[in-house]
Structure formats: structure tokens, C-alpha cells
T-cell receptor, first 113, second 113 residues
């Protein structure tokens, strides 16, 4: 079974731009979670989607948003990019329940100049 | 979710068992202990999880104390490829835990030849 895939793997943007990252979950998985990883803050939860609905949200500003499609694929968007948004963005998928194991993708490395 | 405490770093000789401790003294009865590892800014890799009983899979063993206040991840025959940051996570079974893993700083395990 194929793992979680994320595109693109690397991205360079400038301040003020917006960016959209994509995540395809493991086949059959219906929940997709997003995380941000920076050297200073470590791995932090952004939000989780299940059946096209946001089910949980971390403590991030409204510039960070996401959505999930009917095929469980998910996108996250960051508007008005700031230098501090430079990070590794990770997507994880799980089957459905709150305690289902999450499997992570390789991440998208975003650099904001 | 309960907070976890792990040593900052540990060393292990190749071929020997690596025993990584985790303290989670405030764990609740319905909270699971999960272990992930992350190699070189790749996506975190799921290793194992448990609730009360000891668990074993092809990667590792998880020993949970009877009072559930601490646990140990055991890599039976460490190899150089096991050098990584290991995260111990306590995860709730409902409410705000949907899709969310709370990562701490983890333990940097270095396996030496």
C-alpha cells in the first residue's frame, strides 16, 4: 500500500505571497492532519480534517487554512507569508477514530525569503 | 493529553539493545502511549503504541509499568540506521485529541559503530 504523499517537496516563496500544499493520504484513510515543524518550536499541530470537515485545530493564526476533498485528499494554504512560516510542513493520515495510528508523509520544506 | 519527559540524548553501541525511557506520571486511564521516530527531518515514523500491556512488533518492544506512569521503548539490536530523534507521546481517546499528536523535544539516540 502506498504511503502518504505530499507535493511539492520543496518550495521557495517571498514574503507576502501565498502558498498551497497538497497531501494524499494512504488509500482508505479518511482523516488528514497537518503539522508544522521548526527548529525553535518543534512539531506543532495545525489542524485535522475528516469527511471534508475540520475536526480539530491548533493554535495558529487565520492565515493558515485547510480543506479536504471528497476523496480525502487535503490541501493547506498559508496566506500573506512571513519569514517565520519557513518550516517543514507534515501531513499525516489515519483511518478515522481518534486513537487510530497516524502515518506521516515526507513533508514539504517551505522557505520564505 | 498528559505531558511526557524524556532524556535529551542517549548513546548506544551497534548491535546492543537500546532502551529509551519515558516518564508520563500524569497519564489517565484511557490515554495511549505512542512512540515515533524522526530521521534527518523526514516525516516521523510510527514505531509502536500501547495502553496497558507490553507490546512487541517487528521494530521494537514497548514496556509499560504497572502503574502506567512510565514506559520504555526497546530496540533489541540497534543499527546505525536507528540513529534518530525518538518521541514518546501520550494521546487521549476523545475530545480535543482528534487527529492531534503533541510532540515534545524527544530523545536523540545516537548509535555508534
Amino acid at each position: 500500500k502506498a504511503g502518504v504523499t505530499q507535493t511539492p517537496r520543496y518550495l521557495i516563496k517571498t514574503r507576502g505571497q501565498q502558498v498551497t500544499l497538497s497531501c494524499s493520504p494512504i488509500s482508505g484513510h479518511r482523516s488528514v492532519s497537518w503539522y508544522q515543524q521548526t527548529p525553535g518550536q518543534g512539531l506543532q499541530f495545525l489542524f485535522e480534517y475528516f469527511s471534508e470537515t475540520q475536526r480539530n485545530k491548533g493554535n495558529f493564526p487565520g492565515r493558515f487554512s485547510g480543506r479536504q476533498f471528497s476523496n480525502s485528499r487535503s490541501e493547506m494554504n498559508v496566506s500573506t507569508l512571513e519569514l517565520g512560516d519557513s518550516a517543514l510542513y507534515l501531513c499525516a493520515s489515519s483511518f478515522a477514530l481518534v486513537t487510530d495510528t497516524q502515518y506521516f508523509g515526507p513533508g514539504t520544506r517551505l522557505t520564505v525569503l | 493529553d498528559a505531558k511526557t519527559t524524556q532524556p535529551t540524548s542517549m548513546d548506544c553501541a551497534e548491535g546492543r539493545a537500546a532502551n529509551l525511557p519515558c516518564n508520563h506520571s500524569t497519564i489517565s486511564g484511557n490515554e495511549y502511549v505512542y512512540w515515533y521516530r524522526q530521521i534527518h527531518s523526514q516525516g516521523p515514523q510510527y514505531i509502536i503504541h500501547g495502553l496497558k500491556n507490553n507490546e512487541t512488533n517487528e521494530m521494537a518492544s514497548l514496556i509499560i509499568t504497572e502503574d502506567r506512569k512510565s514506559s520504555t521503548l526497546i530496540l533489541p539490536h540497534a543499527t546505525l540506521r536507528d540513529t534518530a530523534v525518538y518521541y514518546c507521546i501520550v494521546r487521549g481517546a476523545g475530545g480535543t485529541s482528534y487527529g492531534k499528536l503533541t510532540f515534545g523535544q524527544g530523545t536523540i539516540l545516537t548509535v555508534h559503530p
